[in-house]
């Protein structure tokens, strides 16, 4: 069974443009790499009952994972494990082994001279207040420790914003919970290159190349040398290929098989394989 995992990420700043969504764009490449499938990646406001809303909508739809970004810190707008404790109907509670997470941050910047006292304030506490049955995720980078909850079904994780954070906690606690799940299913790509064809000439060509290798996903990407996205006789295309295979080897046949075979169907219509 595919590994299915949704995405939401958490922020104001997402929505009006002054952040670029880098999380998003990492972790679907690490979770892509590792044999699951991301089936869907939502931006939402740092508000309690779209949290709570967004989070019911993706365990209807039964995904494997459910994996937040942002809102777990001590000011005002970090809301997200409030808007879960609400989707989940848990209270929020003072969690013991997030608090000694959180306090064990402190005492470290205590021994290192960068504060004068560890005072564990209420936004400091905030960052230990999780919904009742749910795990902390250590954070080898940050103070704010990361949330697992088990549903039913999927496994929920909350990772803060900042990207080292985010990145740490996920290669160091979720990276192993996705390769269980995964079993030997493993994500290959390719890609090739072509000159001398323009997009609409290709699609019929993908569309055969799809049929005959029903493993297969291939897409095509234009990059005109005038200016981007544009058809035309200068465009130059890149074409990727990619499948996830439990038996690496098969995969990469399926791989091979594909490019060969769409390679020979561009030739034979005039167009070339190109260097990158």
């Known amino acids: 069974m595919a590994v299915k995992i949704e995405l939401v990420c958490v922020g104001n700043e997402l929505l009006i443009g002054k952040t670029m969504n880098t999380n998003a764009h990492w972790l679907a490449q690490r979770c892509t790499a590792l044999?699951?499938?991301?089936?869907?990646?939502?931006?939402?406001?740092?508000?309690?009952?779209?949290?709570?809303?967004?989070?019911?909508?993706?365990?209807?739809?039964?995904?494997?994972?459910?994996?937040?970004?942002?809102?777990?810190?001590?000011?005002?707008?970090?809301?997200?494990?409030?808007?879960?404790?609400?989707?989940?109907?848990?209270?929020?509670?003072?969690?013991?082994?997030?608090?000694?997470l959180v306090r064990g941050k402190y005492e470290k910047l205590l021994r290192e001279g960068q504060i004068k006292r560890v005072d564990m304030t209420p936004a400091r506490m905030k960052m230990a207040t999780f919904p009742e049955g749910a795990e902390p995720l250590p954070n080898p980078v940050g103070t704010a420790p990361g949330?697992?909850?088990?549903?039913?079904?999927?496994?929920?994780?909350?990772?803060?914003?900042?990207?080292?954070?985010?990145?740490?906690?996920?290669?160091?606690?979720?990276?192993?919970?996705?390769?269980?799940?995964a079993g030997r299913s493993s994500f290959l790509e390719a890609s090739i290159f072509l000159d001398?064809?323009?997009?609409?000439?290709?699609?019929?060509?993908?569309?055969?190349?799809?049929?005959?290798?029903?493993?297969?996903?291939?897409?095509?990407?234009?990059y005109s040398r005038i200016t981007p996205r544009v058809e035309g006789k200068k465009s130059h295309i890149e074409v990727h290929f990619s499948t996830t295979s439990?038996?690496?080897?098969?995969?990469?046949?399926?791989?091979?098989?594909?490019?060969?075979?769409?390679?020979?169907?561009?030739?034979?219509?005039?167009?070339k394989i190109s260097s990158q």
Do not use: W
């Not at 769409?262 to 030739?267: A, C, G, P, R, T």
């Open 35 to 100: 044999g699951a499938k991301i089936q869907r990646i939502t931006v939402i406001s740092d508000d309690l009952y779209e949290i709570a809303e967004t989070v019911n909508e993706s365990l209807k739809r039964d995904p494997t994972f459910i994996v937040t970004t942002g809102g777990l810190g001590p000011t005002f707008d970090d809301k997200t494990l409030q808007g879960i404790s609400i989707a989940l109907k848990k209270k929020l509670e003072v969690n013991q082994k997030a608090l000694d």
């Open 147 to 181: 949330m697992l909850f088990r549903t039913k079904k999927a496994l929920l994780i909350a990772l803060p914003g900042v990207p080292p954070e985010m990145e740490a906690i996920f290669e160091n606690s979720i990276v192993t919970m996705i390769k269980k799940k």
């Open 196 to 222: 001398g064809i323009m997009e609409s000439a290709l699609a019929p060509l993908i569309d055969k190349a799809m049929r005959d290798n029903p493993n297969v996903y291939i897409k095509s990407h234009v």
């Open 246 to 271: 439990e038996n690496s080897r098969i995969g990469k046949n399926c791989l091979d098989n594909a490019i060969t075979e769409l390679s020979d169907l561009v030739e034979k219509s005039g167009g």
